[in-house]
């Protein structure tokens, strides 16, 4: 460390030097494959150097932050492997949003990430600092949220669909062939797809002006918004950005018709497969538009949504290191990554986390730098394990939701009919509980093998529980269909005399009472 800081030359445009992450990384990784023992956990190094004699901080991407291009700096990387370390020598580094917002990384020692910056600590308060910080590692990086439900399918299709509104096509930051090789060589080596899947990728061009549906989802999403920006003074400027649900509802209504407009047709042996369109709008317009007002990209779950003009950049509402973070929007390659992955697997942001506790989404941009393809301040487009992992996890994780639900279903039934009753009657119970407890073994087993990144043998154990659940609602079905209606009769019940001859009796003795009320109750008066 000593050497990179002593030739790498200060910026003018920030206290923190910029060091390349490349040289620790590689240490790093050999120490990994050294330790790592092949049971699928994740290793997280934690780096403390000391203080060295300027302040530093890693750089992901060659080149200076310059006027038109911010270059964010941070203190993490996730390594490919199952890896990641934590320098909390460097920095303090600071990113989120500018104005407003949840999820910023502040800046100074209130933030674990800056837990041996400031004023000294007792051992218990960087312990505790240090422990929310792995454990913050391990809800967001290790075991992300589900974002969609996820359903095994053998085949997976991705169409490009290119709406052009331009006579010449510019594929300078539109390079759909990068897109497809970041996945395919991820899905080559085995970390996307689950046993027998396959990938593939279809590109398709659409002329703007031949297509009016194009025409008529951008004119329903178009819409406005002031925002106040202060030059000699505050001023009020208009700006346009579409709608992406509009666009979405727009599409999906007139689905047919453009895939007619787009040439796409569907092939043979692709009946059952998962095909995901990704609309990319090139429009001819030179002024930035963007979706929600933020998004160069919209991942839905049926479809993806992504849109650029000619406008090359433009000012976002994120801040990293005291610095506004440029909006490249001519560069769609990253974005596009993003939302395939959100729609295809429901990989979520590693600046969003579902909170049970709280019953929402809740908003960290800590690990939203480095080897991500989500949030602004990273332009990297590779995936890391992170990544890899949940999309298989998230397959199994859905896998699993259906066939215990199913099971449920079944036991309903079965207490429907009668429970143990009815299989007691027809000799089946024995085979109902033989196949529910190898059912559930293997269902503790899908657990265990999840539990250790082993996603191929939960694959395997999950599809055999699957075998089982089918014969114990068999077994319940047949027993079902022997079920015999019985009516049984019953007699009315005697009528009550004893209760009727007492209250009767009651009724006249009220009745004699007050008739003879006069004499009974009359008062004596004096006689003189």
């Not at 020692?109 to 400031?118: D, K, R, S, V």
């Not at 308060?125 to 439900?149: F, K, M, T």
């Not at 509402?317 to 990554?337: A, K």
């Amino acid at each position: 460390m000593k050497t990179l800081i002593s030739s790498t030359t200060s910026s003018l445009r920030s206290n923190l030097l910029s060091i390349q992450y490349n040289p620790i990384d590689e240490i790093i990784k050999q120490e990994y494959e050294k330790e790592k023992h092949g049971d699928g956990g994740v290793y997280i190094y934690l780096i403390s150097l000391g203080s060295q004699a300027k302040p530093y901080a890693y750089s992901y991407s060659h080149g200076d932050s310059s006027a038109g291009f911010t270059k964010c700096l941070g203190s993490i990387w996730t390594g490919k492997d199952r890896y990641l370390w934590i320098d909390l020598s460097a920095g303090p580094v600071d990113y989120g949003p500018a104005l407003s917002g949840d999820g910023v990384l502040p800046r100074g020692e209130f933030h674990p990430l800056a837990a041996l910056h400031g004023r000294p600590k007792s051992e218990k308060a960087l312990l505790a600092d240090l422990a929310s910080l792995v454990y913050n590692a391990y809800q967001v990086l290790i075991v992300p949220s589900l974002r969609i439900p996820v359903y095994f399918e053998d085949t997976l299709v991705v169409q490009f669909i290119h709406v052009y509104g331009s006579e010449v096509k510019d594929s300078s930051g539109l390079d759909l062939e990068f897109v497809k090789r970041t996945f395919m060589d991820e899905a080559e080596s085995g970390g996307l797809l689950l046993g027998e899947q396959k990938l593939s990728f279809k590109s398709y061009s659409v002329n703007y002006r031949e297509c009016s549906i194009c025409s008529f989802a951008v004119s329903r999403g178009m819409n406005s918004y002031t925002s106040r920006f202060l030059f000699d003074n505050y001023t009020l400027i208009v700006s346009e950005y579409l709608d992406s649900k509009h666009m979405h509802r727009a599409l999906t209504d007139s689905a047919e018709e453009l895939r007619r407009v787009a040439g796409i047709v569907e092939e043979e042996g692709n009946e059952f497969a998962r095909v995901l369109p990704v609309y990319v709008f090139d429009l001819d317009i030179n002024t930035p538009l963007l979706l929600d007002r933020y998004h160069q990209s919209v991942a839905f779950r049926d479809m993806v949504i992504a849109v650029r003009t000619r406008g090359t950049q433009t000012v976002s509402d994120y801040t990293c290191n005291g610095r506004h973070v440029f909006v490249h929007t001519r560069d769609l390659e990253r974005p596009l990554v993003g939302s395939i992955l959100q729609s295809m697997w429901g990989v979520s942001s590693t600046h969003l986390t579902w909170s049970p506790r709280h019953n929402t989404t809740l908003v960290d941009y800590t690990w939203s730098i480095g080897q991500t393809p989500f949030g602004p301040f990273s332009d990297i487009s590779s995936l890391s394990f992170v990544q890899k992992d949940a999309a298989k996890r998230n397959v199994i994780l859905t896998s699993l939701n259906t066939t215990i639900t199913s099971a449920i279903d079944v036991i309903d039934s079965a207490v429907a009919y009668g429970g143990d009753v009815i299989l007691r009657k027809q000799n089946r119970h024995s085979e109902f509980m033989q196949r529910w407890n190898l059912m559930q073994y293997k269902l503790d087993k899908t657990v265990s093998a999840l539990s250790h990144n082993e996603f191929e043998m939960a694959l395997f154990y999950l599809r055999s529980a699957s075998h089982d659940l089918y014969s114990v609602h068999s077994v319940v079905y047949l027993a079902s269909q022997r079920v015999e209606a019985s009516l049984n009769c019953f007699k009315d019940p005697p009528f009550p005399w004893g209760t009727v001859s007492v209250s009767g009796f009651g009724l006249m003795a009220v009745g004699y009472v007050f008739s003879k009320r006069d004499r009974l109750f009359r008062n004596k008066r004096k006689q003189f």
